[in-house]
């Protein structure tokens, strides 16, 4: 039997803690905690599923290479049996970097923001491709996205963009693009067309469930409502439904203005808020900062994480890894698969 690093037993009484919650009284008083756990509850089950279906297909490994070995059958029949070997092995593969994920907050949803920096009205164009290449790659994965807050630049692109990304492990996959991206390009915005460097921050952000939320008093909060801008619908534009939450102990300010009312968009206001408070908590438990969240750096020159060059060669570089990839329009179109598992 091939070692493997699935571990069923926690599994298992993972379920088991979650099934008993469901029959104590009073499970379903908290409607949302108990959703929450009953989603849970769901996708454990189709872990272990997925978990003991491939434990299955591994035993039956050993029989399929001692077959390989001494069949006498034809170079078809052996080469079938080698395409069954090639495809299990794929796929223990991709279920042990799934189960790498093993961060607090790894199997969550995310939070994306992106904000341009320096650059001017290329800056925001550069954010605003960032913003296609990571909803690209979302809609590649088949993941979920909702736009939360967005700005529009004066001229092109956008100032800054908040998005949800809905889906298993979204966090924990998407979690090192956290930085400073920087992008090398002719300049559509320059009558001379010179070559023009932009940078754009991007912030991720765990999706918290509501057991791991942190508690937040009122009195630390100011609250402002304004009304939105941009596309939204009358609704939206001529009421005062957007809110800027202002964190008063730590600074930190959240904004949401793309839902319709301005109960919705204070409850996602206040999802990222949680968010931010938590991680900012975690870090202050860790001695490298940047495992979970990484530090926030100024989007500008010298602290970039990776470079997009489309003149006067195309090349995408990841600083950290030193990985490059050739295929620019490809990773701003959101094939992302040679950097998501940069460590």
Not at 53 to 79: G, M
Not at 109 to 124: C, E, L, M, R, Y
Not at 270 to 282: F, I, N, R, S, Y
Not at 294 to 307: D, F, H, L, V
Request: aromatic residues 6%; negative net charge.
């Amino acid at each position: 039997m091939w070692p493997t690093v699935f571990d069923l037993a926690k599994l298992q009484e993972r379920i088991k803690d979650i099934e008993t919650q469901q029959g104590n009284e009073g499970f379903w008083s908290d409607r949302k905690r108990a959703v929450e756990l009953s989603q849970e509850l769901s996708d454990v089950i189709e872990e272990v599923d997925s978990v003991d279906s491939l434990k299955q297909k591994l035993a039956e490994s050993e029989d399929f290479a001692a077959l390989l070995l001494t069949t006498k059958s034809d170079t078809a029949t052996k080469q079938e049996l080698v395409d069954d070997l090639r495809e299990l092995e794929e796929k223990v593969a991709k279920k042990e970097k799934e189960l790498r994920f093993a961060g607090p907050h790894d199997k969550a949803s995310a939070i994306v923001t992106i904000q341009a920096g320096a650059g001017g009205t290329d800056a925001q164009d550069w954010a605003a491709m960032l913003e296609r290449m990571y909803l690209r790659c979302a809609e590649n994965k088949g993941w979920k996205t909702k736009i939360l807050d967005r700005s529009s630049g004066e001229e092109a692109g956008v100032k800054h963009s908040t998005f949800a990304v809905e889906g298993g492990c979204a966090y924990g996959i998407l979690k090192n693009e956290h930085g400073v991206h920087r992008l090398v390009r002719l300049s559509p915005f320059n009558a001379d067309n010179l070559r023009h460097t932009s940078f754009a921050r991007v912030e991720i952000l765990p999706k918290l469930l509501l057991k791991d939320a942190p508690a937040i008093n009122s009195s630390d909060l100011k609250i402002d409502t304004y009304r939105a801008s941009g596309a939204g619908g009358q609704h939206v534009n001529k009421t005062s439904s957007a809110v800027r939450i202002r964190h008063l102990p730590t600074g930190i300010v959240v904004q949401c203005q793309n839902e319709r009312s301005q109960a919705q968009n204070k409850a996602q206001a206040m999802a990222v808020l949680q968010a931010k408070l938590q991680l900012m908590t975690e870090q202050q438990h860790v001695k490298e900062l940047g495992e979970l969240k990484g530090e926030t750096k100024e989007a500008a020159w010298g602290n970039q994480i990776r470079s997009y060059v489309l003149h006067p060669y195309t090349m995408v570089k990841d600083h950290r890894s030193g990985r490059e990839e050739q295929d620019v329009q490809g990773v701003l179109g959101g094939d992302l698969s040679a950097f998501l598992d940069v460590v």
